[in-house]
């Protein structure tokens, strides 16, 4: 497929990614940097010092109104109902199957505030948008305005063991005090942010929320505070090799419309017992009949090719799945892997083979995640 | 960087430098900086024979696998083994440490029908864009 460029979104930082000499890319509609000085190099950063992401591309839902946590609880996953002003929780958007149409956060707004915003991914906003107007209209009785405000906002990343320290140098609002999974409101270089401890990398840091026309302000400081401490921007290449080692999901990958979260590995997500919610007599039925399938990480045994999505997956000859995600290492320096395959064929140190250009791989399935940072 | 005057180069951008009817082969600048980081390559056996147009090794970014493809029909005199097992020389010297395989050629006119490193210039700057 090739993608006029005249018809791709920008975020507000692209000159700023073009300046910085970045690969521009197409990517789910939108032109976005997929690497700077290398994959390899930022992955580095990100792990020993502290890498910054320009996420304009993905989407922000605001729900309001005096049903918004009944609507939440009908349309996600997750049980929100726990949620403290500031606090958000992982969760899915799910179909009627019980499979799932986009993974998001769900957050509380900060004291003061009313209502939630949840993050989307950028290729699923409108069809999430869509999807919550639609179950709007299946449910009446519920008071609620759902609204995309993705136009409005930009979005920024910092991760890294140097995250909180560079962050400091740019905010009087006292950081350290934001749990993991929370957010506060406060100035950052100057401008009104909302800043979450959350992220996508397996590693600590911080995700703000500005509006389009002032993240850019934020960027250039941080990008100032943080070079000291080897502070890098951050491509999506880097972006994805470093979520997978955190084994964390990528929407199209190793979830869809017709992966259950339990096949996913995703079953923490789901709370079966907080009231009925869209999905869930299907995701009960799985989790009760157990899932046919399950995602397992493996890696390959010594140098070989490197597994990639949809590769297929077999043992003793017989294909038992495919491949979801693969990609080389950069911090085990070697090949690693997700796979959804048949459950009987499921567990850690056992073989499996993916098949790469026609030729079978040796690989082991191992626990994952792949990488966890220490504490 | 320009690439070197004393090598040849096909349209998938492999080069090519010609020793009597012996050439070796290797990937140029241009497709190195394209492909990234590279963590992977396989290569074909000594003795093996090749085609031009034809696939006869593969290399591995961390994004994505790509086929080298045989500017000449030949058989494989040598492989370097070195870059197998350290393929990110691939990046550092694509143009001397890293070449690829040294290869008999069958049919030495077809030589004539490679780029020069003048036409290849142009060529990879029109597929920059």
Redesign the interface.
Known sequence: MTVSVDSLKQTALLDRHKALGARIVPFAGWEMP??YE????EHRAVRTAAGLFDLGHMGQVEITGPDALPFLQYTTTNDVASLEPGEAKYGLLPNDAGGVVDDIIVYRAPAGNDGYMVCVNASNTDKDVAWWQELRGRRPDLDVAVRDVSPELGMIAIQGPRAEAIVKRVTDVPVEEIDDFSWRAGKVAGVEARIARTGYTGEDGFEFYAPNDQVGLIWDALMDAGQPDGLAPIGL?ARD?LRLEARMPLYGQELGDDISPYEAGLGWAVSLTKGDFVGREAMAKVKQDKPKRRTVGFTTVG????P?THYPVAVGGVEVGEVTSG??S?TLQQNIGLALIDREFAGVDKPLQVIV?GKPVEAVQVKTPFYKRER | MSAPENLKFTKTHEWVRVEDDVVTVGIADFAQQEL??I??L?LPDVGSSISAGEPFG?V??????SDIYSPLDGEVLERNDGVV?APEAINASPYDDAWLIKVRVTDPAQIESLMDSGEYDTFAASAAH
């Open positions: 997929v690497q290398g994959i390899l190099a290449g090799t140098r070989t090719a490197a990639r990609a080389f950069p250009r | 990234g980081d963590t992977y396989e593969v591995e970014s961390v994004k994505a696998a097992d």
